[in-house]
């Protein structure tokens, strides 16, 4: 059907792009491998085998332990957090209300900034100090009475991660609102409808037929917000710099690599991040995928 | 009276509505107010305090120290969203229109590409980088373009092929009647009705190539750092004041902000692309 010269003349125009993704996203991460399975440590490349060594050290090692903690924790509730508050303010704003769009662009905004950006006015906003001292939320919540809400933040000790969370959900929770209010728009107000004939309640509608239609959505918005905390790096960097109690797998990464210089420990640490990722990732671009090819 | 209710009840729906715009323009609020201030008035222990009267000094001062650095932003992230904005157009068309053998088997594996960590390739990527194009002058800012563009192919790639294969197959197949070979149907008929996915993949790639954070910092060293990586020594830095830095943040997020107060739709409709839900 189609001419042999526009057929070959395709393949040579996407090969550029084709060899580009092969070399530099394939061709690097087994040159990732490679180098996580050697004993490369200093300026100078060395290829040694030493099979797992690198992994197995990282296993036994504390301050990876801390990195794994950390991730849980802000997983758990920028994943939750963020989930929770989009849904909240895309149910509020399907409402039909006035000024919809107005709220819809506000909640939005964050999104547009950089995490270094958030990070540095969040780092301020997050100041720990007391006393006279208090400024940021602590001074915000003095002047409100509710000093019962004075915390230390991010330095608080083993859960300073989840401020940081904080400041996360401040930046991606618009993004759930927009996916889930796009998932509400499309299901047909004839359900609700039924429903209200039928004699349910506002609150029975969402529970029993709103959410598990929006259950597609929620399946994204768990995979997308989970495999971003995986990777969560420039917005701990702004708002605390390097530092061990908030160390994550990407800074261990950053920071042994290119300040330790032990290519071997950080090659290993980025290939765990890139399978974790995988582990997600993969089954949702099959499902997508499979699910638009029976459309 | 059943509808009366519902109308008094979502009347309330205001109130939290209020109180969440209000928890989003905080950071805001301190950035622009802080900004606003002379240096004698500004205080940590003030800070929720609005100016007395409207000063620059925090302004002119930010500026002058990121200024270098805004304008590297500006030169890498320029030429690189045009690139790979034109790059994902012309893979997006031969992907959703022009199927060689095992087109679909490629697919999911550039896809994949758009989510992986980027500490899985960095230490290849310095070493190329360091070897090969910075011996030819193409490290700092050369290298960091180059970083975005080819990165950059999956997600662009994939917002055109999906907008190109929801165009009917009828409007190539009268084109090749008409005698149009390939490259005539992408020049004279995709490429002018895929304007607005252009605007859509710019914003994107504009967007997240001037909040890159990763490859900037490990690409560029301090007279190629783009606006991120000098906004964040300057917040590390004892010696210039939180201020500054309030200020500092907001000419950072300025081009970014604009670009989504003027172009707000076609930045939702990238934002969306990127969760693969062209």
Known sequence: MFRDKDRYLSIILISPSILAVLIFIYGFIAWSVRVSFSAWKGLNPDYTWVALKNYIELFSDPRFHVDVRNTLIFTGVFVIGSILLGFLLAVMLDQGLKGESFFRSLFLFPMAISYIVTGVVWRWLMNPAEGDRLSGFNLLFSYLNLDFLINKWHTTETWGIAAIALAAIWQMSGYTMAIYLAGLRSIPDELREAARIDGANEFEIYRHIILPLLSPVTLSALIILGHMSLKVFDLIIAVAGKQLPLDVPAIYMWQTTFDGLFYGRGAAIGILLLVSVAVLIVPYIRYTLKTEAQQ | ?278
């Open chain 2, 1 to 278: 009276m059943n509808a009366f209710r519902l109308h008094i009840g979502k009347k309330w729906l205001y109130v939290p509505l209020v109180a969440m715009a209000i928890f989003y323009l905080i950071p805001m609020y301190v950035m622009i107010v802080t900004g606003f201030k002379s240096f004698a008035e500004v205080d940590l222990q003030t800070m929720w305090n609005l100016p007395k009267g409207i000063h620059f000094d925090n302004y002119v001062e930010a500026f002058s120290q990121l200024a270098p650095s805004l304008w590297n932003s500006f030169i890498m992230v320029i030429p690189a969203a045009i690139i790979s904005s034109w790059l994902g157009s012309l893979n997006g068309f031969i992907l959703a229109k022009w199927k060689f053998r095992g087109a679909d088997f490629i697919f999911p594996f550039i896809l994949f590409g758009m989510f992986i960590p980027y500490q899985s390739i960095l230490i290849p990527l310095v070493i190329f980088i360091n070897n090969t194009l910075r011996p030819i002058g193409l490290g700092g800012i050369p290298a960091l373009i180059i970083a975005h563009i080819i990165y950059g192919i999956p997600i662009t790639t994939l917002t055109f092929r999906n907008y190109y294969a929801s165009l009917p197959q009828e409007l190539l197949e009268a084109a090749k009647i008409d005698g149009a070979d390939m490259l005539g149907i992408y020049r004279h008929i995709l490429l002018p009705i895929s304007i607005p996915s252009f605007v859509v993949v710019l914003i994107w790639q504009f967007t997240s190539a001037w909040n890159d954070f990763l490859f900037a910092v490990v690409l560029t060293g301090n007279r190629s750092w783009p606006i991120t990586v000098a906004l964040n020594n300057m917040a590390g830095s004892q010696i210039i004041s939180w201020n500054v830095q309030m200020a500092g943040s907001l000419l950072a997020a300025l081009p970014t902000l604009l670009v989504y107060i003027f172009l707000g739709q076609y930045f939702l409709r990238g934002m969306l692309a990127g969760s693969l839900k062209g």
